[in-house]
């Protein structure tokens, strides 16, 4: 039937992680013992002053419509933690409240690209961005990395992929799947490459920003001449543990925000109002709230890298941020396993849940084919197991 609907929806493809995180549940749901580490899905529960604030707004009667670019308050206290955690001067104009960062992204695209415009993308990204850009006529341009640059673009690397069809730049930092987080310097250096291009736009996904074990986190707007040609992306899914609050938000120039309303009130309209009083509280909050989980991550990052490093074979950074490790499983292709022949990611990813019953994401998903990314928003007792299975599962 595939050629009844659109050309747009047969292009597009399926979101790998979510796809392996549904194949996992089907499987302990036939009895398997499947550890998942595919989702990137932090295993807190929401803080409780977030849940008061939700119980509030329901006896207040927030139950009705809200404003397509979300509640002033919102807004508001958005502008002021862009200014507190980023140096940022945003106003209330230019801040958009959609359903989920994912929205926000989608709604970026399809205000700014025509067709054959082109968005440069760090390799490896977050394995929406190539899709999303598609999606909106726009021409996915990958500009690869490897584990030995700690999966970080140079500026030559930025420069010399620029075209006159080059419209923006989309990456995350800390990134999904690498936890890679871009420094200061390594920030004004690319900048230094775009400040030469005025008509080139810069996404910056900062979902993952509090979850960040280098002492330092930088907003790229944050550097001279950024501002007013970066969109900054955020939201409250990992940091606060609310990913199914569905709140994700931006700051930029006011008449990108200004489009992304006018999309916005086509397609889904304002964001859950509950929702958006809970996110006035969890943006409204010290950081320090998140200490113990920021903590909690730092450590099961320490313990994953120390026993994939034990593994022979596998090749690994030590990520600074977000909850995912993402190693460079080459060495593996062209061998057989257990008498499963590796080809690439693709075929070691379905090894491993078939033989060690682990779910991780293969590298292709995330524009980079030497890679798996495992995450570790889990327990440690899982975690530990998760890799006893895979050393075993991987011994040649």
């Known amino acids: 039937m595939n050629h009844i609907l659109s050309d747009r929806i047969n292009n597009l493809a399926t979101s790998q992680t979510l796809a392996m995180a549904a194949l996992a549940r089907e499987l302990k749901a036939q009895g398997k013992d499947i550890i998942s580490l595919s989702l990137g899905e932090p295993d807190f529960n929401t803080p409780d002053f977030i849940k008061e604030a939700v119980k509030k707004a329901v006896d207040e009667n927030y139950s009705t419509y809200s404003p397509v670019e979300g509640y002033l308050e919102l807004r508001e206290a958005i502008c002021k933690k862009f200014k507190r955690d980023n140096g940022l001067d945003y106003k209330p104009s230019q801040i958009v409240v959609s359903t989920g960062a994912k929205q926000s992204l989608y709604n970026i695209a399809q205000v700014m690209l025509n067709d054959g415009d082109e968005v440069i993308l760090p390799a490896p990204y977050w394995v929406s961005y190539f899709e999303i850009v598609k999606l909106s006529g726009g021409v996915p341009v990958e500009v690869p990395t490897s584990v030995d640059t700690d999966f970080k673009i140079t500026p030559a690397q930025l420069e010399a992929a620029i075209t006159p069809k080059t419209k923006m730049m989309w990456f995350s930092s800390p990134c999904n799947p690498s936890g890679s987080v871009y420094s200061r310097e390594e920030l004004t250096a690319l900048a230094k490459v775009l400040e030469k291009y005025p008509n080139i736009y810069v996404v910056a996904d900062e979902i993952y920003e509090h979850i960040n074990f280098s002492g330092t986190f930088c907003s790229i707007g944050s550097i001279p001449g950024m501002l007013e040609k970066t969109i900054t992306v955020n939201g409250v899914a990992k940091a606060f543990a609310m990913t199914g609050y569905r709140v994700g938000y931006i700051g930029a120039p006011e008449f990108i925000a200004k489009a992304c309303t006018k999309i916005q009130g086509q397609v889904t309209s304002g964001a859950n109002s509950v929702a958006q009083r809970a996110t006035i509280t969890a943006v409204d909050a010290d950081p320090s709230v998140l200490n113990h989980m920021v903590q909690a991550f730092h450590t099961r990052r320490d313990l994953v890298v120390g026993l ?51 779910a991780t994401v293969t590298g292709d998903a995330f524009g980079n084919p030497n890679c798996i990314r495992f995450s570790y928003a889990t327990s440690d007792d899982i975690l530990k197991e998760a890799l006893r299975r895979i050393k075993e599962a991987l011994a040649v």
């Open 308 to 358: 994939l490093k034990e593994i022979p074979g596998v090749k690994i950074n030590v990520p600074e941020g977000a909850f995912y490790v993402f190693p460079d499983v080459s060495s593996f292709f062209g061998k057989t396993l257990k008498g499963t022949h590796i080809k690439d990611a693709n075929d070691l990813s379905m090894y491993l849940l078939g033989e060690a019953n682990v």
